[in-house]
């Protein structure tokens, strides 16, 4: 059969910050609608956290996703890895530290390292999402070029 | 900087069904609260999806989630991959093709097909997780003997 | 200070079918999502697996609330109430019974039992929820006639 | 048929705030995930909304939520009513007001109010949940004295 060995897994490692690249740190309490009966956070919500941090991070670069969506376009989530390295539990104190790690002509990446408030050493969860530029017609369009030079600008690519 | 291409995304084809290979087909209405503002369903509820036919493969191989987790171990997802390729709608009746691709000592890995009821041939999400045994001090294990030689006779592998 | 007695509670016995009325069961298998840390069903699903019970209602009456939402309203949930009486676990099979209690010009009620498969006379979880009618503008307006009469139709009411 | 008048719904006016009174008040951000096909909060996140209310409460009375736990009793929410009067929509800036309104032997009762940051007069939903404590054998239990002390000393009741 095929083999997913590690080296095709998905995985990766954004590196040192770059010079003046913006990393994002939103702080998230976990809900208790987020634990699972084995007591930990349900995998499923480190997507959402993903997207806590994402937002944030885009509102930090002066595009509120609010008003993209209103200028009658939006970013989807075409794909996506995470690896969940340690559990997180009820109440805690999550750090979302969020990077763009790559802008290209339609999508960009954004990379996530989830981590808990007071041991940022240790990853929790972390992983990435690809989205991609939609316009009205539903159809991928380029990211509009003033988006795209902030987002590198903020980025530090 | 580092370079996410598509060699290294995580990307996996399952191949043809092996010979004897059990593959889960297990239907899914979609409900108003998967839906988000874009009409679509929020992308993490498709790991939700991915369990639901996780969980009746397991059940079909003879061993109900249910009743391992009463046997004092548990297997917890510790990498997932998923790629998005057409959005579901409400009300949308989704079947979960799954399959068990893989089984090593300490885990096994699942993959996932989602598929609009009557448009099977087109796919709307896949990906796969991967599971590790855990023991009841919460650490990796093998896989218990019998669990292992019943999964692999379900798989085909 | 002002007391919630019993008898203010919003609680409300729907008591026997009425000649003709069909009384929807819809079953649900909880899923690992929507259990928390107590390893019961958290308490908020219950509104999801009740709009289930509706939406299915609503399909057998003859109005897809799809369909509804394409022909320009929609109906919005204003008010409900629940009370938890027994909890619900992982792998579950539980069936929403779901009847239509009241019509009036703008809104009607819904009134759900939830129970476990094999043990229908114990109560796990009731409540109804009232629903208004919304036009394109957001605002209330009344049933269309059809839809009304419809429901009132199925409902024996 | 019954009749589910006004007077039955459960609706509760907690009134003006009490002397000495804690009323919590914890700003809320709406997620994504959050929103449903209508482009507003699907209406079960609000019982969730509540929880994040009432553990930031139970937590300034200088009882986490995690701590009692811990000490082998819980409290479970056994009844719940809510009004949805106005719509909240994705990256709202939402407050959940929590007040503390009842305390008895065995049970204990929130109301909520939410509203959008900036217009606090205007109410998008509110409600109550009652919840019982329970001990380790699973059956209802009296609040610890210190606890129900704590409770309604911080309540001003």
């Known amino acids: 059969m095929n083999d997913i060995g590690r080296e ?3 995985r990766f490692e954004p590196g040192s910050p770059r010079e003046g690249e913006y990393i994002g740190r939103i702080p998230i309490r976990v809900r208790y609608s987020e634990t699972d009966a084995q007591a930990v956070v349900y995998h499923s919500n ?26 009658g376009f939006g970013l989807f989530v075409v794909e996506s890895h995470l690896r969940f390295l ?16 790559d802008v290209r002509t339609r999508s960009c990446t954004f990379h996530y390292r989830i981590v808990r408030e007071g041991e940022e050493e240790r990853t929790l969860v972390d992983g990435w999402t690809a989205l991609v530029c939609v316009g009205e017609e539903g159809r991928a369009i380029p990211l ?14």
Do not use: C, M, S
Not at 46 to 71: H, K, N
Not at 86 to 101: F, M
Not at 144 to 157: D, I, N, Q, S
């Open 8 to 10: 095709n897994r998905g």
């Open 46 to 71: 480190f997507l959402i956290y993903f997207e806590v941090g994402r937002t944030d991070w885009v509102r930090q670069a002066g595009y509120p996703y609010r008003d993209l969506e209103q200028d």
């Open 86 to 101: 340690a559990p997180a539990h009820y109440d805690d104190r999550l750090i979302v530290e969020t990077r763009l790690i």
């Open 144 to 157: 509009p070029a003033e988006l795209a030079g902030a987002f590198r600008k903020k980025a530090g690519l």
